[in-house]
């Protein structure tokens, strides 16, 4: 029979680097018995397949169908090439080290292939660290580049003849898997209780279950950092952890054993199980159906959950005789997520009945990644472990750009070629060790990622300290008002390079006339901004302590409309304020000392929040608009708004208090506050689309991050007929800033600004 031999070249873009990705394409071509070669280019991946030509168009359709679960295939294309009479399927080296693809994969969640093997495979039944090129820790391990063991934590533990063959063959799963490892030659778990080391992981996993389930709480070093963990139905062993770890009221994240008993106690849509399953398990907010323990998320409706990703978790499920655990991040408070041995003894042992540790080190702290899913889109919170470092495509040059980020949330981002490659969750740098973890982690970045600094772009809030950090790099420096950085981000990640109308709603940002700006409509582009309306100007008392106290804005709300007597007019409303403490701050507000002027969406859902007594004193970031959130019922009614250049709220709080003198169901009274928040949003945008005829609306900042706001804006906003662009896998909050400074930055390069 007559069969047609042909050549082809085709080109995989997207993220098929450091995936596993050549040593799958050359496994795939054997299988059709093709010849040629695949090798990494600036753009993906290339291969010349040289065979049958079925058998070339079979093998080019599974591509897509079969390749590793972490890559992700934006396109593939091919073309017919000269054939050139390969005479083998090779592996075509990169030619040298600045030739080497700087893209590091994320650390990927175990596979099932894996899982199999830890049940029958000899070398590995029960051996938690087992992995593949398909799974595994990758950033978390990584030192340098190119990504070869010895550049990464698994440099110590050498391969034994088993393993050193799996690495080397090229048809084997664990072909240049970096961290492959067996019981024979890998790294192994370590128990600390009372004074006593326990090795055999039999022992370690039956005693971790048989802790947990009598309610201890046990320090488990994860794959990113430690993590502390105690039975998710026992309320007594969370509330002890509670105070252990300092942590009043700030939710826990939990894991559940699998999908199926997390869906006895969590409603889940299917974008929300796809999110909670995929390989990169991040905690995904799901609300609650049945309840698990009051105290996992207080006061909430919603709980963090996440799925096992480490051999470890499963196999611990495995004894457990209960359905879930908290798994909160190993720090106290505010501090980084404790990474080191050493550190977890020293800080973790006094708050923990036990240690359960391995020996492999951790280079590159990372916390789980937190998401949720609205108007079926998944909305990243918190990107961290299995999503960092991967690069944000654009389409602009972003090459030797550093982005300093904003300063509560910081995430900061350099730019490499036309991506924006962004940190990991670092945190609040006010906390002197989140502060050396956000220099170390700069540092780490420009040497893995060949990164050189020569403009750096920050926010123009003077105190910041990321601010301070940029400008002592003394390179040339942009600054960029936080909200423009906020649309700008989300420009960025949508791909938009125009005019937009942009919606930035936070808690804070520094405004170019020296306010707190928060409630935002600006008409801009990535270069430049204009502020078209904003909401209006109200004392902010004691500047960031009405964070930890919203009665403060509640007052300052009242006393703007009501006058100096407020507490006498409406007395009930204060009950259990100190009259002395109302006094101070009616003083303060009177006498203009420390109270900065704020048009923060963030601060009026806080005085909301306080007026309907539902969050008075906060424990925890963003607590007041989260609790009104969590009770808001389902409504179509509003209250009515001064709208114009200053939106004023007067008749907000006139309508609220008449409601609330009726006696009206306070979570009636938030729906229809997050109604008007809603209407506010179309007048406005409306308005100002009359003006300039723009339709595409942006919207970033971290009030987006309420799930009800950004539903329902995006659902109005199409429905008059506005392209609207939000969020997805970029924080709104300020983990997003950084990107869209990055952005602002580039432009201005590009347009000769700078
Ligand atoms: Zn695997
Ligand atoms: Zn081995
Ligand atoms: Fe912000």
Redesign the pocket.
Known sequence: MDVKNTAKEIHINGLVQGVGFRPFIYRLAHEYSLKGCVENNNLGVKVIAEGEESAIDQFISDIPNKAPMASSIESIKSKEIYIHNFDAFTITKSKSVSDEITEVSPDISVCQDCLNDMKNQERRIDYPFTNCTNCGPRFTIIKDLPYDRNKTTMKVFEMCPECKKEYSTILDRRFHAQPVACEICGPAYKMYIEGKEITNIHSIVDLCAKLLETGKIIAIKGLGGYHLACNAFNEDSIQQLRVRKNREGKPFAIMFSDVESASEYLCMNKEEKYLLTGWRKPVTLLKVKKEIAPSISIQLDTVGTMLPYMPFHYMLFEKLNIPAIVLTSGNISDEPIVINDAEALLKLQPISDAIVTYNREIHNRTDDSVAMVINETPRLIRRSRSYAPSPIRLDIHTEGIFAAG?ELVNCFCIGKGKQAIISQHIGDLKNLETLDFYTESIDRFKRLFRFKPQLAVCDMHPDYLSTRFARELNIPLVETQ??HA?IASCMAENKLDENVIGI?F????YGIDGHVW?GEFFTCDLNDFERASHFEYIPQPGGDLVTKQPWRMMLSYMHHYYGTDVVNQYPSLFNGIPLKELEMVIAMIEKGINCPLTSSTGRLFDAVSALLGICRTASYHAEPPMRLESIAKDTTDYYPFNSGKEIGFKPVFEGILKDINKGEDVGLISGKFHNTMVQVIIDTVQKISQQTAIKKVALS??SFQNRILLKKTEDSLKDANFAVFSQSLIPS??GG?ALGQLAIAAKRREMGLI
């Open positions: 904003a936080h909200h906020h930035s936070d808690g804070t940002g928060g900042g971290g909050n300020d800033i």
